[in-house]
Structure formats: structure tokens, C-alpha cells
């Protein structure tokens, strides 16, 4: 509650008419492993941008306990790849044109590894079935997941306690700003 009464001043805004922006859907996902001390269960979040403006997002904690950093990147990533699916369909209702498939960032390795090639990982048996749709959407090319660095990573605001300094960092990327200053 502390939190969001220091932040009733600011919002979102959304670019207007930029002309540099590609009207693309892009999504970044990520997750704590094991991120709280009582039960082992992990924090997953993701958000999407299209144009440049954030325009869904999630924070949620996971029912399962993940047995390693490789299986939580996965499953937040599938919870992603759930929503990118609804996003595309929904962007398709409303007859709004994009030049690619959806992008998927995540900064695990392996998890990319895993939705790519899925024959070579023999220890992955163990993730619930229902977490491979991210494997049946990058191997369909309705979805690209791609890697990038955690430095960069938007949905880490999401799924982790930060300093200050990396706080700000990530959420001016975001599009959050006071909007107090903005108005007068």
C-alpha cells in the first residue's frame, strides 16, 4: 500500500505519432526462481508493447514449484506466449496491420533452447504439459522468441524487489512517468 499511495502522480503515456515506430507487437516475459522463502514458488511477469506503448502486462505468483531457472523462464514465457496468442487475435479483430509475427524476449537461454529444439532436452519430461504451448507456438511461426540481456529485460519490474536506481531504469522505458509534471 506504501507503494502505491507514493505513486498516484504518475501514468502511462502513449506515443503519439511517432514516425520511427514499427507497428509490431513485442513482449518481454521473466521470472524470480524460487523467489519466495516460504513456499519455493516463483514470481512470473511479461509486457507487451505494440507501437511503442505498453498495453498489457502481468505479475503473478506460480502454483507450481520450478526445479530450476531454465523451467520458470519456460513457464512465464508460455503464460506470454497465452497472452501474445490473444493479442494477435485480438489485434486481428480490430483489422490492425503488423509486419511480423510476434516477438517474445526472454533472457534465458535455455528456456529458447528449450522451446526451439525440444528433442534435445530428455530433462524437460518433468514440466507439465499444459506450459509447451510456447513450444507449439514457436514451432508453428506464430511466435519468435528471442533473447536478451537482463540489463534490459522490462519485465524484471515485475518479478523482483530492485533498487531504486534499477527501478527508474526500467520503468522510463516503460512509458510511466509523473504525470503531475507533464500536465502543468
Known sequence: MRYVQGTTNFGILFPKGEVDIRPDLIGYSDSDWCGDKNDRKSTVGYIF????????????????VALSSCEVEYIAASEAACQAVWLDALMKELQLEKSCKVKLLVDNKSAINLAKHPTSHGRSKHIETKFHFLREQVSNEKL???????????????????????FTCLRDPIGIVCVNATLN
Open 144 to 166: 519468435k522468441n528471442e533473447h536478451c540481456k537482463t540489463e534490459i529485460q522490462l519485465a524484471n519490474i515485475f518479478t523482483k524487489a530492485l533498487k531504486l536506481e534499477r
Open 49 to 64: 508493447f505494440y507501437e511503442g506503448a505498453p498495453v498489457s502486462w502481468s505479475s503473478t505468483k506460480e502454483p507450481v
